[in-house]
């Protein structure tokens, strides 16, 4: 998974899920990935440390893709790509 910048995600949809414990970012983005068409991009900003692992095993799970995450300044990012 490579890292993208801000710039090379335009488009994307954003769920903003700072200051959410888990689980409430992963069902925040859950319900989010419903309005999201096939192929294309979530991108979800979370607090939670342990949403690293959440996201990837909801990827897992729904079949949706992790296409990268990171950490800046205790903010994780992740951009989801909308299973086809």
């Given at each position: 998974?490579?890292?993208?910048t801000e710039h090379e995600i335009d488009g994307a949809e954003l769920l903003d899920a700072r200051?959410?414990?888990c689980?409430?970012?992963?069902l925040k983005a859950k319900k989010a990935m419903r309005k999201v068409a096939p192929n294309h991009l979530?991108?979800?900003?979370?607090?939670?440390?342990?949403?690293?692992a959440d996201f990837q095993a909801f990827c897992d799970v729904?079949?949706?893709?992790?296409?990268?995450?990171g950490e800046s300044d205790g903010v994780f990012s992740f951009v989801i790509r909308a299973k086809s």
């Open positions: 998974m490579a890292d993208r200051g959410l414990a689980p409430l970012p992963v979530l991108k979800v900003l979370s607090t939670d440390p342990g949403s690293v729904t079949g949706h893709t992790l296409e990268s995450h």
